[in-house]
């Protein structure tokens, strides 16, 4: 899809259709779409009263024939009340509207820019969440489907505009837009493969690739070498897998004297909880463990598009964890890269123990932050459902940061607390720490495992075990793979 900035009045767009909106109770529109009634005589009024149209958001109507506009076909989109009006009501509008125009077969769309200067929200931002909405809202993951399947038509948004001092913001909003919303329709993408399709390797080729399109630097670490550095707790999990795995690194070079940024995603291609084996009821749902790791590398891929003035480095330990003959027994002790001891009495808590010689690794490289994301636990959906993700971290600076940054992205946080005492569930009688201290605050404990392998640099966990993919269709996103995650980092590297 190509977005374009247009200054023009909305009754002269020629498009296929034209996008305008309603705030919820409002029965005599005004403003841009105020005008468009006019043009038409009035039919937009009588179509709201005749269809009982409430505005509520994502509410849709349309309207044809057209006398009066260049348009061959008006849409309505309701933008939910006005107090609550925000960047993610335009998102969820902008997608509404777009669907309607890809079931139309529509190829041109001009639309408004949703609330450009109502609520606080600038031109650069309405034209953000216009363009996230249009992207995320029609993505549809069907490479593996041989019928009933339709190509998206939509070729071309136009955001319409008569204020020509305002042309500048909605191109910026635009541009961002499309960087953050297509790395996470790419980290979809990746999450919605099969395992048998998407292992460490093939992963790692997507890495290269993304890295040979898009400069960065790219580092493949082989199993060979991870024994000579020490990574046995990612060897660990790899042990009872036939599949290689990898660890990945790409790097991003934003300024010389900049802080490094390290993004550290959980990459468990298939996750059959080793010899602790899942039941067979979500089994096959596994193949989106390695959600973090889609994060990671999408993000990357916008970050280099939008060139902020930070360093990055994007670190993907990429495993399956398999019940295989050589696979980790409970019991097995083994030294990290850390150099500290765990006792693994739990293969299923897997995640922690790759994502630990993640995190020393990224220490050692010297970096300024790290967050890891990850599908981690249980837990964490347990307590937040499929809405929210759970965070944590040792520096309330960059928690706060994150929380806005997935905030302004339409990605909601909850801060869980580093509650120390709970590291008394990870006491092991035979080495330094067990890898799973049981049921209780299971994200928290999991989180605290991660924390004991870093030694100072500021530190934040991401928990998207409930939001990194999604069992029900949502207004941004079909069912599968979520990308939850790009937003929030691309924002948060950008404050930076």
């Known amino acids: 899809m190509r977005f374009e900035a247009i200054q023009q009045s909305l009754v002269d767009a020629e498009c296929d259709i034209l ?23 009035g039919a937009i009024t009588a179509l709201i009263e005749r269809e009982n149209f409430e505005g509520k958001l994502g509410q849709i109507t349309d309207l044809t024939p057209c006398a009066g506009v260049k348009a061959s076909r008006i849409v309505v989109v309701g933008l939910g009340k006005q107090e609550e009006f925000d960047a993610d009501a335009i998102r969820k509008a902008a997608s509404a509207a777009a669907k309607r125009a890809r079931d139309l077969s529509a190829k041109h769309i001009a639309t408004i820019l949703h609330g450009g200067g109502i609520g606080g929200i600038d031109p650069a931002t309405a034209a953000l969440a216009i363009t996230e909405g249009t992207i995320l809202g029609t993505y549809q993951f069907t490479k593996y489907k041989t019928s009933d399947t339709k190509p998206n038509p939509l070729e071309k948004i136009d955001i319409v505009e008569t204020d020509a001092g ?11 837009g499309q960087a953050i919303a297509e790395a996470k329709n790419f980290a979809r993408d990746l999450t919605n493969e099969p395992a048998n399709a998407l292992n460490p390797t093939v992963l790692a080729e997507h890495a290269m690739s993304v890295a040979k399109k898009s400069g960065l630097e790219c580092r493949v670490i082989s199993q060979d070498e991870m024994k000579k550095l020490g990574m046995n707790l990612l060897l660990s999990v790899a042990k009872g897998s036939v599949e290689e795995p990898k660890f990945i690194i790409l790097r991003y070079r934003g300024a010389s004297d900049a802080k490094t940024i390290a993004l550290v995603g959980k990459g468990l291609t298939f996750d059959s909880g080793g010899l602790n084996i899942k039941g067979a009821g979500n089994m096959a749902d596994m193949k989106d463990d390695m959600a973090g790791a889609a ?14 003035k930070v360093n990055v480095v994007g670190i993907m330990p990429a495993t399956e964890n398999m019940p295989g003959s050589n696979a980790t027994r409970p019991g097995d002790i083994v030294a990290g890269l850390s150099g500290k001891t765990v006792e693994i009495n739990n293969t299923d808590a897997e995640g922690r123990l790759i994502l630990a010689d993640a995190v020393a690794f990224a220490e050692q490289e010297h970096v300024d932050e790290i967050i890891d994301i990850a599908t981690l636990t249980g837990a964490c959906v347990v307590a937040f459902g499929n809405d929210m993700a759970a965070l944590m971290g040792t520096d309330q600076g960059m928690v706060d940061g994150l929380i806005k940054s997935g905030k302004d992205g ?33 994200t928290i404990v999991g989180g605290l495992f991660i924390k004991k392998h870093i030694e100072k640099t500021p530190w934040v966990h991401i928990d998207i075990a409930g939001t990194g993919s999604s069992n029900k269709e949502t207004p941004l996103c079909p069912k599968g793979g979520t990308g939850f995650g790009v937003s929030t980092f691309v924002n948060y590297v950008m404050s930076r």
């Open 410 to 442: 339409g990605e909601l946080y909850w801060q869980l607390p580093l509650y120390m005492p709970y590291e008394d569930s990870l006491k092991s009688d035979v080495a330094d720490m067990k890898n799973s201290g049981g049921r209780e605050a299971g």
């Open 19 to 41: 996008v305008i909106n309603l705030f919820e109770g409002v029965k005599k529109p005004g403003g841009g779409t105020g005008a468009v009634d006019a043009a038409v005589g």
């Open 295 to 308: 994060v990671v590398l999408a993000s990357m891929k916008a970050i280099a598009a939008l060139k902020p």
């Open 166 to 176: 305002k042309i500048a913001a909605i191109k910026s909003g635009i541009e961002r």
